[in-house]
C-alpha cells in the first residue's frame, strides 16, 4: 500500500495535466476527497482540473470548502497524461467509460477507492477496502508520502468520513475512521460547522417525501429485509435530489427491525434505482447489489435495474435467496 502510494506520488510529481473525477451525483465522501486533492495539487502548482459527470448538488456546494466540478467535456480535449479517480467502484459508476473509451493519447488511470466492489481498473491502484471513506484512503496517501494536510483539507476530508460514516453512526465506523477524524479536528477542521450543516439538513418538502416513504415500509418475513418505495409522482413537483434518497437509506438503518434495509426509487426511463443498507455482520449487501449488477459496501450498496416496482422487487428477493444458498 505504501509502496502504490510514493509511486502515485511520483507520476503526480511528474505530471503535465491531470484530471480528478469523483463518481457521478457526487457525495460528501466524493466531493471532499477531490477537493482535498485538488489543493494539494494547488500548492504544488500543478495545472488540473474536475471532471464529475453531473454537477454536484447544490446543497453540497453550499460547503465553501468544497470545490464545484466541472461538466464540460471540453476537458478531455486538453489530454490528461494522469486521470485520478476517487471514490468509483468502476468506471461506469464514475460516468466517464464512455469518455475513456474514446480518448486516442496516451494516459494513466490511478485508482483511489474503498468500496468493496472495486474493479482494480486504474494502472495504479490504491483501494483499501475497509476504510470507512475514500477520504481515509487519501490520509493515508498523505501520510504515506509526507504531505502536510493544511486546514482546507482537513476539512474536505472531515466532511467525507462525515458523509459516509453517517455522522458516525453507522458500521464503517471504527477506531482508524475516529482517530483520523480527531487529527483532523486537531489540524484545523471545524467539526462543529460539519456537524451542523449536516443534520439541520431537512427541508420541510423533503420530510414530507421522508413521511411518504416511511408509511410505506413493508418487510419481507421470510427474508427478514424491510423495504419500502418511492414513485415517480412522489418527487416529480418536489426539488429532491439523489442525496435525500441516501439520506432516507441511512436512516432506516436505525430500525431494530429486519436484517436489512430496501428502498426502490422510481427513475424516468423505465429504470429503478435500489439502495441496500444493513448494520448487521451476518449479511453482506454488496454481494446482493453485485447480482443484481450494481455494487458498493458490505453494509451499504446500490444498483440500477430496467423494470417496474414489482418486478425488481422480485429480482430482489431472489437475489437475497441466492445470496443465501451460496454460503
Ligand atoms: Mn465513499
Not at 502536510?148 to 458516525?168: H, Q, V, W
Not at 421522508?210 to 412522489?234: A, C, F, M, P, Q
Request: glycine fraction near 6%; charge should be neutral.
Amino acid at each position: 500500500m505504501e509502496r502504490t502510494a510514493k509511486q502515485i506520488h511520483n507520476l503526480i510529481i511528474n505530471a503535465q495535466n491531470i484530471v480528478l473525477v469523483p463518481h457521478q451525483n457526487p457525495d460528501g465522501d466524493a466531493l471532499g476527497s477531490v477537493s482535498s486533492f485538488s489543493y494539494y495539487l494547488i500548492s504544488l502548482n500543478k495545472r488540473h482540473y474536475i471532471f464529475c459527470a453531473t454537477p454536484a448538488s447544490s446543497k453540497l456546494q453550499t460547503l465553501p470548502h468544497l470545490i464545484e466540478p466541472n461538466n464540460s467535456l471540453e476537458i478531455w480535449k486538453t489530454q490528461p497524461d494522469l486521470i485520478i479517480v476517487l471514490d468509483s467502484g468502476d468506471l461506469k459508476y464514475a460516468g466517464i467509460d464512455q469518455i475513456i473509451s474514446n480518448l486516442t493519447h496516451e494516459y494513466l488511470i490511478i485508482n483511489i477507492d474503498h468500496h468493496n466492489s472495486n474493479t482494480n481498473f486504474g494502472q495504479h491502484n490504491l483501494v483499501i477496502k475497509n476504510a470507512s471513506a475514500t477520504a481515509e484512503v487519501l490520509y493515508h496517501f498523505y501520510k504515506y508520502n509526507n504531505i502536510n494536510i493544511d486546514k482546507n483539507m482537513a476539512l474536505s476530508l472531515l466532511t467525507g468520513l462525515i458523509t459516509d460514516t453517517d455522522n458516525f453512526t453507522n458500521g464503517a465506523t471504527n477506531t482508524s475512521s475516529l482517530k483520523i477524524a480527531s487529527e483532523l479536528i486537531h489540524r484545523g477542521a471545524n467539526f462543529n460547522f460539519l456537524k451542523n450543516w449536516f443534520i439541520k439538513d431537512k427541508s420541510i418538502l423533503a420530510l414530507k417525501l421522508w413521511g411518504t416513504v416511511l408509511s410505506r415500509l413493508s418487510k419481507h418475513e421470510e427474508l427478514d429485509i424491510v423495504y419500502t418505495y418511492l414513485t415517480k409522482n412522489d418527487f416529480n413537483n418536489l426539488e429532491i435530489n439523489e442525496n435525500e434518497i441516501e439520506g432516507i437509506a441511512n436512516f432506516l438503518n436505525n430500525l431494530g427491525e429486519g436484517r436489512a434495509s430496501l428502498i426502490l426509487k422510481e427513475l424516468s426511463n423505465k429504470k429503478i434505482k435500489g439502495s441496500l443498507r444493513t448494520t448487521n455482520d451476518n449479511i453482506d449487501v454488496s454481494v446482493i447489489a453485485k447480482t443484481l449488477g450494481g455494487g458498493g459496501h458490505k453494509k451499504a450498496s446500490g444498483f440500477v435495474l430496467e423494470g417496474t416496482l414489482e418486478e425488481v422487487l422480485k429480482k430482489v428477493w431472489e437475489a437475497v435467496a441466492k445470496s443465501e444458498k451460496k454460503k
